[in-house]
Structure formats: structure tokens, C-alpha cells
């Protein structure tokens, strides 16, 4: 018993880790732009298909094609901002609509370019750590682990100890007020934009090797990442942080001992229950939008 | 009075194509049209819930909730038909008031992920209750509406002609009554939650009794939808009313716009037909996703006020035409008093 | 490494190549003369979205049918030579848009037999071919009943011929006595598990857990695994899961340390577990679906023809896509092929008459029986022989025909038993 809880929390840990990665893009992005960014699970997507073309395709090393995805993706929400985002600035809905149309998009060309199939990426590695006979953790999983706690503490000190940071928590807690201290809009929005959509990218890469690639897999991505930032409070990044933790160790273990449908059912009555008692979320405090 | 009489001969004009409109289609496209009126339905019913300037994502869920119902009662209950779809309607109203209770503690952003959650909760149910919802695989065979002789037309309701002659009376008379909501002192008050929530508050409206109305109401008519298309097709299952279909209702409207009562409909007719006609007929059956998002990108960025705005942009030029040679006339005041009324 | 891009990426990765016949579809028939007389197919299946996956390969694999059977002097009925077209209608998995494409297909382009995926779409074209009177096949014969006369089952009888696996490890490993099993909780999950209940209580395999149902949006399967080997199974059964979870979940077993038997449904791009996992983990690891490459299907009792060529002319076309669905659209074409000529018409009735003569019919793995009465209410399931697929050394082999039949007349009632506890029966559906 005390195995079958060890090994279950290692499971959502690692569950945590990644998708702490791309809540914190979506709390990013809709801090700073306003707009929420449904094709968010596409980007992850996209990460996951820059590993498959990189390291499964051309053979490049898997830590070059890991990079590669976060910068690609992010140069791709770069697009995203100028193309779409910023013409839509005052129109939420149609910023809403423009990323549905584009995850249409991205999802179609992922078909073109790789084919319906689920695609193949060879492991990294296989090694194990063996903590006793029941209790295992790959490595690969522990990449992501180790990566996610990089990433994010990156983004921690990015944002508490620079000036862009300072600028970007500033337009995302009151844009008009940061716009009136002479912070500009369009260098924040292409700041969010970047990291937002290489986080995504990055989670899609990491975990490329473990999941099944392929073109729909952003659909689950993103129901489980609007529960974790609605239950974080969408405009914080703490919050995102700890939900995502919260999420997953209760996922992970209702599944362990009831099963996945009653557990997705948990999940969301958790999230509906914590918008009726506290409706801005655990860590919300401006009412937005 | 002129005005009158163009107003009519529009109306009936009106009337007579979409009676004639089948006839001249193919089969398949007659069956497009069927599944295309019950949509329209749908998407009128959406507007009038974002009056209040709620945009909900469990709009389908509770159209599907109008759909099990329906079919669970003439099936389970035999409940005759025509009857079962109203109570179809009303369960997706009743539905739709539990549900307002935790719904509109939020607003925004919130309410909108809210909705979606409440919605995935109900479609989680109806797959995890195989007893009575089907499960999975949903129910099958549900009674079709019984055939009906009424001597100038016997309806064969299998036949998408008849099935449609049936939707559209259905649709117009709930269309006709969802206008004369938005015209009443109450529909008035939904633009006002929506433009000046704190200013309708504190002149003593209830502001959230308002919502909880727009939005039962907004159940109701998605409901009969659902119930309308339970019928047709015999079969429903919970991934009919995912979050795909939400995402299309969702752009139908939003392409359309939503500033006046018909732009919603306008988006949804001309981005169905775009799709699953023009779309298919030139070949494109595997490209659809690509081009239908093509579409609706360019659509927000270039016509950021929908479809709506070209229609309107077409109406005034046409009526500032009219007004001058009205003026010329002589009888311009009372006219153009009637005409700026017009949202 | 470029040469491995320019020899296997380029060709894989086909932007325009896919562009490319993306319009080919569309202009399929110009490659019939127009001179030529030309029977319309129609292939009514999800084309694009999520469950395109069950329905795109099997249409590439009719083109490949076609050509060949067009090639060879097409369709002989007794009023000459006909050619074959396939025209598709992308239905999405969805009903409405399957009473769309079947009213389409059937009125407009005039099709003699329309082939579906079925499940959830199948109810939805079903008024429009009672009406019509259309033969129509589908892969799911959970989608049979008492009513649907003109619905043929032909390919597979999922999940019934799992049994043959099942059977098949009690045979040769009967040290083996314990299992647990998982699927995902939808219209092929379900069947399937009350089948391998049925098997494995047949073999006196005892269940150490109720089947543990997972929601098909699962991504990570690490939960579902640990909850799965808790016990310590001796032999771990993964259902008729979709390669999307058999892929992780086999790797899952791997990293959490699991060294038993393996049984599944399916083991699509197999080749891919082992690199994931490793030869000696995949080692005797049993399924139900062959490489055509398999000697054994040269066998002379197997009606698919020329399995070897067409495995190649798939994998030379469309590589790395090779599945089950790949061939079961064409087999059901030879099927098809043989009843019309039979016949000497295409109208469906007569077609449909003289596929189901005599009871039995040319299966892909040999002669069967059309046979269901007591699952479907209704004999429009061939059911015969069925391979059981072991990995050896990094290959799937054919270790042996079965027979369902056979099964079936000694433990039919417990089959029975276990749908009805799901149920899974006709008469409990809908």
C-alpha cells in the first residue's frame, strides 16, 4: 500500500509538471492580451510534432529539438500575436474565434505534413530508477520533472527580477494603468506571446516521447488546462502553479483507486465548486474580464 | 402606405422561397437544409442569452438536454411525439434554472469556463449512466414524429421536405416569439444588464434574476432544437453535443455578429452551407478544417462586426436612396424617425 | 542523417504529396476511361477529425483494390465489364452527417454498396437504407439487429474472435493463471471486455480486479498502469484499446517494472512498442491482427487475395500507416466483388442474396458462416477462423487459425453471460 502511494504520487508529479508548463502560458496570455487562447493545446502539439521532425526524423539530439520546439512555438504565438492578437485587441471574441480558426488550421496541417496515424518518437533513454520493486520512475519522466522546475523558476526570476518581467506583471495586472506609465502594450503582448506559446511547446516536446503524437492530442491538453487555471484564478501564475500540483495529485489518485471517468467528474466538480465559493479562483483576486 | 405593403410583400416573398427552397435542391442538400433550420433555431436561441452579455459554453449540452429528454419520454414513457418535444424544451429549461444557481455567482471569463464545466459534467453523466442515458453509444431508435394527413400535404416525416416544412413552422413561430421577447419591456432590460450592469442595478433591477430569465428562456428554445433533432435523426449520443459542435454555434455567431437579431443566423446559414455544400461539391471533403479556418480568421479580422454590418451597410445605402427621394417627396420627417429606431 | 531524411523522411513527409491527392479524390475518375462502364462504391467513414484514423487508411487501401481489380478487367457481370470507383463522404463520426452522405451517395451518385465504419454513425444512415433498400457494411457488428437486413458485417467480428487468443495462451502457457484487464469506457471498450471475461473464465483464468475503464481522453497512463500490476497479474490484457493507448500503456508496463504475458486486441505499428520498450519485453506478446507479409496467409484456405502484394504496394505508398483498418474495407471489396459476380448484377438485393447463399461466405481468413442470430438477433456476421499473432523476435507471426465456431458451441453461454452483464445484447441496446 504504501508502494502503490508512492508510486501514484511520482505519477502526479509528473503530471503536475507538465501541465503546470502550459497553465502557466494560458494565465500568461490571457494576463497580458485578455484573450483566451484556445488554440493553446495546438501549440502543445505543435511542440510535440517539432520533436517528432527533429529528433525522430533528422536524428538531431533530443535536448537540440526540445529547444528547438520552444523557440518554434514561441516564434509561432509571435505570429499569433501580430496576425491575430494584436488586430483583435479590442475585440475579445473575435481574438476568441481567430485562435479557434487557427487551431482548425494547425490541426489540418499536422494531417498534411504527418498523416492521421499516431506518430513515433524513440525513447530517449529507458533507463529506470528502481526506488524499491513497485516503486519505479523512468528518466524521461524525470526530464520533464526537472525541466518543468527549471522553466518555471527561469520564469520567476524573469519576471520578479528584470524590467520586462516588472513591465509584464505590471500590463497584466492593470493594462490600462501600465499603459499609462508609459509601458507598451505591443512589447508586453509579444513578451506573453513568446513565452505563453514556447511553454506550451516545450511541454508538448518533453513529453513527446511519452505520450501518442498526434494531431488531436491538444484537444484533452486544454480542457485540463482551463480547469487548472480557472481553479489557480485565471490571473495568477502562483495560482496556476499550485492548482495544477492540486489537480493532478487528485486526478492521479481517484484514478488510481476509483477509475478515470469518476475522476474527470471529481475534476470538474472540484473546479465548479471552487468557482461557487470563491468565483475568482484560489489565487484570483482582480475580477477580470 | 407603401411602406407597409413593401414590408409585407417582403414577408410573404420571404415565405414563398423558403416554401419553394427545397424543391429545388438536391436530396442531399434537402437534408443539409433540415439539420440547417433546426441550427438556426439554435443560434437564435444563443443570441438571446448573450444579450445579457453572458457567452455560455454549455448552450449544446443543454440543447442535448432537450434531446434526451425528448427521446427518453416518447421512448421510455411513449409519450406522444409533438408533445414529448415540448416537454423535451421545458426539461432544458428546468435544467437551465438549477443550473443558473452556481452558474451566476460568476460572470465574464468565469462564467464562460463555468458553463463549459457544467456542460462536460452532464455529457460525463449521460456516458457514465448507461441506464437510462445509453451510455456511450447513446440512444438509438427514438421515435420519429408519427405521419400526418392534413389533406393538402401528407407529411412523411422520414422525408427531409416534410421534416423541414415541420422544422420551419417550429423555428419561425419560436423565432417570432423570441423577437417579441427582445421588443418587451423585458428583453429591454436584458441590453441594459448587458450595456450597464451597475447602472441597471442601482435603478432597481435585479440584475442577476435578468440572467437567470435570458438564460432559462435560451434553454428552452435550444432544447426544442435538440428535441427537433432527436427526431429526425433517431439517434443521439453524448460526443453529438461536444464541444465541437459548441465551438461551431460559437463562430456562427460571432461571424455573424450578434448586434442584431438576425446576424447569428445569417452566420450560421452562410458558414453551413460554405462548409458542408460548397465545400464538399469542389472537393476539398478532406481540406474542410483547413479552409473553414481560413475563413473564420479572415472573417474576424476584416469584418470585425460580422456579417451583420455588410447587410446593414447594404440596408442604409439603400434607405439613405429612399430617404432622399422621400425628402424630394416631401415626407421625409415621420420616416426617418421610424428608420433610426432600428438597431 | 540527410540521407535519412531524402530516403524515408521525404517520401514520409509528404506536404505536397498529400496536397496532391488530396485532389486526385476529387478527379478519381479520371482514371477510369470515360468509355469504360463504372460501378460507384460508396465509402461513408470519418475522413477528417479524431476518428479519421478508423476511416482515411481504409480508403487508401480500397484505391489500392481498385486499381488492382481494374487493372485485372474490373467487375464481370453477365452484362459485361465494369470498373471500380470509390466515392468517399467524410461523415466525421458524427449521425447527422451520415444520413447526409448515405442520402448523397445512395440518390445522388447512384452507388450499388456503401461501406461504413459504423458505431455511432451507423443509426444515423440506417433510416435512409431502409428506405432504400442499400447494402451497406460496416466494421462493428455491435451495430447488428434484428432490423438491419441490408447491414452486412463481413470483415471482423469484433470482439468475438478475441477468444482466440485467449484459447490459444491457455493452450500453450497454462502456467498462467491469473489476469487483470483494462479499456477505454466506450462502444468498442465494453464488448470487448465482456468477451475476455467470457475467454478467460472459459480457460479458467481467475480476474484479480474488476476491468479497469478509463475515459478515451486519457493521456497519461502511468495511473492506470500502477492501479493495473497492483496486484502482481500474471498476464495483463489490454482490450481492444486504439493504438493511441496501447502504445503508452505497453510503455507504462515496461518502465514500471511488469514482466508478464501481454494480450490485446490490436498491437498496430508494433514494430514502434519494441523501440519504445525492448525485444525481450515484447517477446510472445499476443494479438489478432497479422502483416500481410505472413507466409501463413499464402495458405490456400485464405480468400484475401494476394495479402503480399498488397501489404507492399501499402507500404510502399503510404509507409508506416499499416493497420487493421488498412485492409478490412478491401477484404469486405473481395467479398463484395465475389457476391456481384456471383449474382451477375450489382443491384444490391440480388448482390446481398448471393453473398449470404448457402449460409456461408469467403472470408478474408477462409471459408465461415454467416452466424449472430444469438448475439444480433440477425446471421449478418461471417464468422470463421481467426488468427492468433505472436511476437517472436521482433516479428509478428501467425502461430495459429482458430476457430470461433468451434468456441462458441462449448462456451457460448458464458459469452452470453458476460454481454448481457455489460449489455451488450441486441435487445438490450438502445
Known amino acids: 500500500m504504501v508502494e502503490l502511494l508512492a508510486q501514484t504520487c511520482l505519477n502526479a508529479l509528473y503530471a503536475a509538471s507538465y501541465m503546470s508548463l502550459v497553465a502557466v502560458g494560458l494565465v500568461l496570455i490571457f494576463g497580458v492580451m485578455g484573450v483566451i487562447n484556445f488554440a493553446h493545446g495546438e501549440l502543445f502539439m505543435l511542440g510535440a510534432y517539432a520533436v517528432v521532425a527533429l529528433y525522430a526524423d533528422l536524428q538531431l539530439p533530443f535536448l537540440f529539438a526540445v529547444s528547438a520546439g520552444l523557440v518554434f512555438v514561441g516564434v509561432v504565438g509571435l505570429g499569433m500575436e501580430r496576425a491575430l492578437f494584436r488586430p483583435l485587441r479590442n475585440n475579445p471574441l473575435g481574438g476568441l474565434v481567430a485562435s479557434i480558426g487557427f487551431l482548425m488550421i494547425l490541426q489540418a496541417l499536422a494531417v498534411m505534413g504527418f498523416g492521421v496515424r499516431m506518430e513515433h518518437v524513440p525513447p530517449v533513454t529507458q533507463e529506470v530508477i528502481t526506488f524499491s520493486e513497485k516503486v519505479h520512475l523512468a528518466m524521461p519522466r524525470l526530464f520533464v520533472i526537472i525541466a518543468a522546475v527549471i522553466l518555471l523558476t527561469a520564469l520567476w526570476a524573469f519576471l520578479t527580477k528584470t524590467r520586462f518581467g516588472w513591465a509584464l506583471r505590471a500590463s497584466a495586472q492593470d493594462p490600462e494603468a501600465a499603459a499609462l506609465q508609459g509601458i507598451s502594450i505591443n512589447q508586453t503582448s509579444r513578451i506573453a506571446m513568446f513565452i505563453g506559446a514556447g511553454l506550451a511547446g516545450v511541454a508538448g516536446a518533453l513529453t513527446a516521447p511519452l505520450v501518442s503524437v498526434n494531431p488531436h492530442m491538444g484537444h484533452s491538453v486544454i480542457v485540463t488546462a482551463f480547469i487548472v487555471i480557472i481553479v489557480g484564478g485565471v490571473g495568477s501564475l502562483e495560482g496556476a502553479v499550485v492548482a495544477a500540483v492540486a489537480y493532478s495529485l487528485v486526478h492521479t489518485f481517484v484514478t488510481t483507486f476509483y477509475d478515470g471517468v469518476i475522476a474527470d467528474i471529481v475534476g470538474l466538480s472540484l473546479m465548479l465548486l471552487v468557482l461557487i465559493v470563491k468565483p475568482t479562483g484560489l489565487f484570483g483576486t482582480a475580477d477580470r474580464a | 402606405m407603401p411602406r407597409a405593403v413593401s414590408h409585407i410583400a417582403g414577408w410573404l416573398g420571404l415565405a414563398v422561397l423558403l416554401i419553394a427552397l427545397p424543391h429545388a435542391l438536391s436530396f442531399s442538400q434537402q437534408e443539409v437544409l433540415v439539420f440547417l433550420t433546426i441550427n438556426v433555431l439554435l443560434v437564435a436561441s444563443y443570441r438571446l442569452l448573450t444579450l445579457t452579455g453572458e457567452w455560455s459554453l454549455g448552450h449544446v449540452v443543454i440543447m442535448g438536454v432537450g434531446a434526451y429528454a425528448s427521446a427518453l419520454y416518447s421512448k421510455q414513457l411513449g409519450i406522444y411525439v409533438p408533445v414529448s418535444i415540448i416537454l423535451g424544451a421545458l426539461t432544458a429549461v428546468l435544467v437551465a434554472m438549477v443550473l443558473s444557481y452556481p452558474l451566476f455567482r460568476m460572470k465574464g471569463f468565469y462564467f464562460l469556463i463555468g458553463s463549459f464545466a457544467a456542460g462536460e459534467i452532464i455529457r460525463l453523466l449521460w456516458k457514465r449512466f448507461r441506464d437510462p442515458f445509453g451510455g456511450p453509444k447513446g440512444i438509438k431508435k427514438i421515435n420519429p414524429m408519427p405521419d400526418l394527413d392534413i389533406g393538402v400535404y401528407s407529411f412523411d416525416f422520414f422525408e427531409p421536405v416534410s421534416y423541414y416544412y415541420f422544422a420551419l413552422a417550429v423555428v419561425t413561430l419560436s423565432l417570432w416569439v423570441m423577437w417579441r421577447i427582445e421588443r418587451s419591456p423585458v428583453g429591454l432590460t436584458f441590453h441594459a444588464v448587458h450595456w450597464q450592469d451597475k447602472l441597471a442595478q442601482s435603478a432597481g433591477v435585479d440584475v442577476r434574476a435578468y440572467r437567470t430569465r435570458a438564460f432559462m428562456i435560451a434553454s428552452g428554445f435550444a432544447g426544442l432544437s435538440g428535441a427537433l433533432l432527436a427526431h429526425y435523426i433517431g439517434t443521439i449520443n453524448p460526443n453529438s453535443f461536444d464541444v465541437e459542435l459548441m465551438v461551431f454555434v460559437l463562430t456562427w455567431a460571432i461571424v455573424g455578429g450578434t448586434a442584431t437579431f438576425y446576424g447569428p443566423i445569417l452566420g450560421c446559414v452562410v458558414l453551413s452551407i460554405l462548409n458542408e455544400v460548397v465545400l464538399r461539391e469542389l472537393g476539398f471533403e478532406q481540406m474542410r478544417p483547413f479552409i473553414y479556418g481560413l475563413l473564420l480568421i479572415c472573417s474576424v479580422l476584416f469584418l470585425p462586426n460580422g456579417l451583420e454590418s455588410v447587410v446593414q451597410h447594404i440596408m442604409r445605402r439603400r434607405t439613405n436612396v429612399q430617404a432622399a427621394k422621400a425628402s424630394r417627396a416631401g415626407d421625409s420627417a415621420r420616416y426617418n424617425v421610424e428608420e433610426r429606431t432600428e438597431p | 542523417?540527410?540521407?535519412?531524411?531524402?530516403?524515408?523522411?521525404?517520401?514520409?513527409?509528404?506536404?505536397?504529396?498529400?496536397?496532391?491527392?488530396?485532389?486526385?479524390?476529387?478527379?478519381?475518375?479520371?482514371?477510369?476511361?470515360?468509355?469504360?462502364?463504372?460501378?460507384?462504391?460508396?465509402?461513408?467513414?470519418?475522413?477528417?477529425?479524431?476518428?479519421?484514423?478508423?476511416?482515411?487508411?481504409?480508403?487508401?487501401?480500397?484505391?489500392?483494390?481498385?486499381?488492382?481489380?481494374?487493372?485485372?478487367?474490373?467487375?464481370?457481370?453477365?452484362?459485361?465489364?465494369?470498373?471500380?470507383e470509390f466515392v468517399g463522404y467524410d461523415n466525421e463520426y458524427d449521425p447527422a452527417k451520415a444520413r447526409t452522405g448515405a442520402t448523397k451517395l445512395i440518390r445522388e451518385e447512384d452507388v450499388k454498396f456503401v461501406m461504413m465504419l459504423g458505431g455511432d454513425t451507423w443509426p444515423g444512415a440506417q433510416p435512409v437504407a431502409d428506405r432504400t433498400g442499400m447494402l451497406f457494411s460496416t466494421l462493428l457488428p455491435s451495430d447488428l439487429a434484428p432490423d438491419t437486413e441490408t447491414l452486412l458485417a463481413p470483415a471482423e467480428v469484433h470482439p468475438i474472435y478475441n477468444v482466440t487468443g485467449v484459447e490459444w495462451l491457455a493452450e500453450n502457457k497454462p502456467d498462467l493463471k491469473t489476469a487483470v484487464i483494462c479499456a477505454q469506457d466506450d462502444a468498442l471498450g465494453l464488448p470487448s471486455v465482456a468477451t475476455y471475461l467470457a475467454a478467460f473464465e472459459a480457460a479458467g483464468i481467475e480476474m484479480l480486479e474488476e476491468p479497469l475503464l478509463f475515459d478515451p481522453a486519457t493521456t497519461d497512463f502511468a495511473p492506470v498502469v500502477t492501479k493495473l500490476i497492483a496486484k502482481d497479474p500474471q498476464i495483463v490484457c489490454l482490450d481492444t484499446c486504439y493504438s493511441d493507448y496501447v502504445h503508452p500503456i505497453a510503455e507504462q508496463l515496461f518502465q514500471q517494472g511488469y514482466k508478464g504475458q501481454i494480450i490485446s486486441c490490436t498491437a498496430d505499428f508494433y514494430d514502434q512498442m519494441i523501440d519504445k520498450t525492448s525485444v525481450e519485453f515484447m517477446e510472445g506478446f499476443i494479438f489478432q491482427f497479422p502483416d500481410f507479409d505472413d507466409p501463413a496467409l499464402n495458405d490456400e484456405a485464405i480468400n484475401f487475395k494476394n495479402p503480399n502484394g498488397f501489404f507492399a504496394e501499402y507500404t510502399k505508398r503510404h509507409p508506416g500507416e499499416w493497420g487493421a483498418v488498412s485492409w478490412e474495407y478491401a477484404s469486405i471489396m473481395d467479398l463484395w466483388k465475389d457476391g456481384a459476380e456471383k449474382a451477375g448484377t450489382a443491384e444490391p438485393a440480388a448482390v446481398l442474396a448471393a453473398m449470404k447463399d448457402g449460409g456461408r461466405g469467403l472470408h478474408a481468413f477462409g471459408t465461415a458462416d454467416w452466424w449472430g442470430e444469438d448475439l444480433f438477433g440477425i446471421d449478418n456476421a461471417l464468422v470463421g477462423n481467426w488468427p492468433v499473432v505472436v511476437i517472436e523476435n521482433g516479428k509478428a507471426r501467425i502461430k495459429a487459425f482458430k476457430s470461433i465456431p468451434e468456441w462458441y458451441a462449448k462456451h457460448g453461454d458464458l459469452l452470453k453471460k458476460h454481454m448481457a452483464a455489460y449489455g451488450q445484447m441486441w435487445n438490450q441496446r438502445g
Do not use: H
Open chain 3, 1 to 84: 542523417m540527410y540521407t535519412k531524411i531524402f530516403k524515408d523522411g521525404l517520401s514520409r513527409r509528404r506536404f505536397l504529396e498529400t496536397a496532391a491527392s488530396a485532389a486526385a479524390l476529387a478527379g478519381i475518375n479520371t482514371r477510369v476511361l470515360a468509355a469504360d462502364k463504372v460501378i460507384k462504391i460508396g465509402f461513408l467513414a470519418p475522413l477528417t477529425g479524431p476518428v479519421a484514423a478508423w476511416g482515411k487508411p481504409g480508403l487508401d487501401g480500397c484505391q489500392i483494390w481498385a486499381e488492382q481489380v481494374n487493372a485485372a478487367g474490373g467487375i464481370k457481370l453477365a452484362d459485361g465489364d465494369y470498373m471500380v
